[in-house]
């Protein structure tokens, strides 16, 4: 499991753990199963607060994607496949209305805005 | 959720100094910073919970006993460092450990002489030989050697290098693995804190201004600037205090949140750091 916190970042340290264990469980990276270092040793190998950790598992236990066991510890969630396509689908979404929103300020219509990302899409492959 | 230590209406008086009654806990198993201006309260709170000085009124609840009647019981538990050391000045380290040692039951001999190495202090030198980091190594190192329960500190790390500050932060993430352990310091270098303390205390002229988690201090509270005078006429939630420059004007909030709602787009809001909140509380003093 990798994990860097940024200082600098406008996102809360809580934020930036869940977000990068989300993105290595959606990508594969971590394993259903797996074990997550316990909420004391994170918070002394990252030498932040057991309050910012604890929260960081709070909001991925919530969303499903760890599974917390008494005693135990916390574990990556057995995921459904759909499930989690669709959580990233999700993803997309978001950042594609923050685009949207983005572009709605700047005054940029929807053709416009489709051929921006017709062109992306082609850039990318 | 269990506190290792509880302070209630506590008072202390001096001439021209007055700790206000105040009351908060410091719950088992995390760290807690409590910081302030300089001449805030925060040795006297300290000394105070050690019973170095008699307190006027109010109660301390230390591991749920009280701190004066069961004091020696509670003492034994606890890893002190002073803001200034004072060790006999005549006498080698390793001779004041061990007439220290005995008053500990879990003195643990081998663990002081690891950390005396990883320290790289003396054991031959005397105290008095030593610079003031080295005092400061020094003192840390007893209270360290314990297995204290709960270590209280006053401001630790002053007069301590970057490199030092550092490795006592790594040293204080590793006993807060075991979560029976409790840890209170005071600072008025913030930055030391903001990623270890799961907790702050901020006290001001003798009175609690908060005592909450730090994510969520750092959450609410956040500075908007602006180049109009934005205090003219809108009302600013959770106005702490502000500053007012040539070029326009900053403002520290404790509900940045609705804030930001109610304030023009051509202001920006930005998180504000425990520096921030000392600074503007100290402001925000002198409008009142």
Redesign the interface.
């Given at each position: 499991m990798k994990i860097i916190i940024s200082?600098a970042s406008?996102k809360?340290?809580?934020t930036q753990i869940s977000e990068q264990i989300k993105n290595q469980i959606i990508s594969g990276d971590l394993d259903q199963g797996d074990p997550l270092p316990s909420i004391?040793?994170l918070?002394?190998e990252l030498?932040?607060?057991?309050?910012?950790t604890k929260?960081a598992y709070e909001e991925l236990d919530k969303e499903g994607f760890i599974d917390t066991v008494g005693g135990k510890g916390c574990f990556v969630a057995m995921q459904n496949k759909e499930l989690l396509r669709e959580k990233k689908m999700k993803m997309v979404e978001d950042k594609m209305l923050e685009a949207v929103s983005e572009a709605k300020l700047l005054g940029i219509e929807l053709k416009e805005l489709k051929e921006m990302l017709t062109l992306l899409y082609k850039e990318e492959e | 959720m269990e506190h290792a230590v509880q302070i209630e209406n506590l008072r202390k008086e001096f001439k021209g100094f007055t700790l206000k009654d105040v009351s908060f806990n410091i719950p088992k198993g995390y760290v807690m910073g409590l910081i302030g201006p300089n001449g805030a309260g925060k040795t006297t709170l300290i000394k105070l919970i050690m019973n170095l000085i008699r307190k006027n009124s109010g109660q301390i609840r230390v591991f749920g006993k009280d701190h004066i009647q069961h004091e020696s019981e509670i003492k034994s538990r606890i890893g002190f460092v002073y803001d200034i050391p004072h060790f006999y000045e005549d006498i080698k380290l390793k001779s004041t450990a061990s007439a220290i040692a005995p008053f500990y039951p879990k003195w643990d001999q081998d663990l002081f002489l690891k950390l005396m190495n990883e320290f790289s202090l003396p054991l031959d030198k005397k105290f008095k030989k030593l610079s003031h980091g080295m005092k400061m190594k020094f003192s840390l190192c007893l209270a360290l050697s314990h297995d204290a329960d709960l270590i209280l500190m006053d401001e630790p790390t002053s007069g301590l290098d970057p490199v030092f500050r550092q490795e006592l932060l790594e040293k204080m993430s590793q006993i807060m693995l075991d979560e029976e352990k409790t840890m209170l310091f005071s600072t008025h270098i913030t930055s030391d804190l903001e990623r270890i303390a799961d907790y702050i205390t901020l006290i001001h002229n003798g009175e609690i201004i908060f005592s909450s988690p730090l994510d969520n201090i750092l959450q609410n509270w956040g500075i908007v600037k602006s180049e109009k005078d934005l205090l003219d006429k809108t009302e600013i939630p959770g106005l702490v205090g502000y500053e007012k420059t040539n070029y326009g004007i900053e403002i520290l909030t404790s509900d940045i949140k609705t804030a930001q709602t109610l304030i023009s787009s051509d202001s920006i809001s930005e998180k504000a750091t425990l520096e921030d909140i000392m600074y503007f509380i100290k402001k925000g003093e002198t409008h009142a």
């Amino acid at each position: 499991m990798k994990i860097i916190i940024s200082n600098a970042s406008q996102k809360p340290i809580y934020t930036q753990i869940s977000e990068q264990i989300k993105n290595q469980i959606i990508s594969g990276d971590l394993d259903q199963g797996d074990p997550l270092p316990s909420i004391r040793k994170l918070a002394q190998e990252l030498q932040i607060s057991v309050i910012t950790t604890k929260r960081a598992y709070e909001e991925l236990d919530k969303e499903g994607f760890i599974d917390t066991v008494g005693g135990k510890g916390c574990f990556v969630a057995m995921q459904n496949k759909e499930l989690l396509r669709e959580k990233k689908m999700k993803m997309v979404e978001d950042k594609m209305l923050e685009a949207v929103s983005e572009a709605k300020l700047l005054g940029i219509e929807l053709k416009e805005l489709k051929e921006m990302l017709t062109l992306l899409y082609k850039e990318e492959e | 959720m269990e506190h290792a230590v509880q302070i209630e209406n506590l008072r202390k008086e001096f001439k021209g100094f007055t700790l206000k009654d105040v009351s908060f806990n410091i719950p088992k198993g995390y760290v807690m910073g409590l910081i302030g201006p300089n001449g805030a309260g925060k040795t006297t709170l300290i000394k105070l919970i050690m019973n170095l000085i008699r307190k006027n009124s109010g109660q301390i609840r230390v591991f749920g006993k009280d701190h004066i009647q069961h004091e020696s019981e509670i003492k034994s538990r606890i890893g002190f460092v002073y803001d200034i050391p004072h060790f006999y000045e005549d006498i080698k380290l390793k001779s004041t450990a061990s007439a220290i040692a005995p008053f500990y039951p879990k003195w643990d001999q081998d663990l002081f002489l690891k950390l005396m190495n990883e320290f790289s202090l003396p054991l031959d030198k005397k105290f008095k030989k030593l610079s003031h980091g080295m005092k400061m190594k020094f003192s840390l190192c007893l209270a360290l050697s314990h297995d204290a329960d709960l270590i209280l500190m006053d401001e630790p790390t002053s007069g301590l290098d970057p490199v030092f500050r550092q490795e006592l932060l790594e040293k204080m993430s590793q006993i807060m693995l075991d979560e029976e352990k409790t840890m209170l310091f005071s600072t008025h270098i913030t930055s030391d804190l903001e990623r270890i303390a799961d907790y702050i205390t901020l006290i001001h002229n003798g009175e609690i201004i908060f005592s909450s988690p730090l994510d969520n201090i750092l959450q609410n509270w956040g500075i908007v600037k602006s180049e109009k005078d934005l205090l003219d006429k809108t009302e600013i939630p959770g106005l702490v205090g502000y500053e007012k420059t040539n070029y326009g004007i900053e403002i520290l909030t404790s509900d940045i949140k609705t804030a930001q709602t109610l304030i023009s787009s051509d202001s920006i809001s930005e998180k504000a750091t425990l520096e921030d909140i000392m600074y503007f509380i100290k402001k925000g003093e002198t409008h009142a």
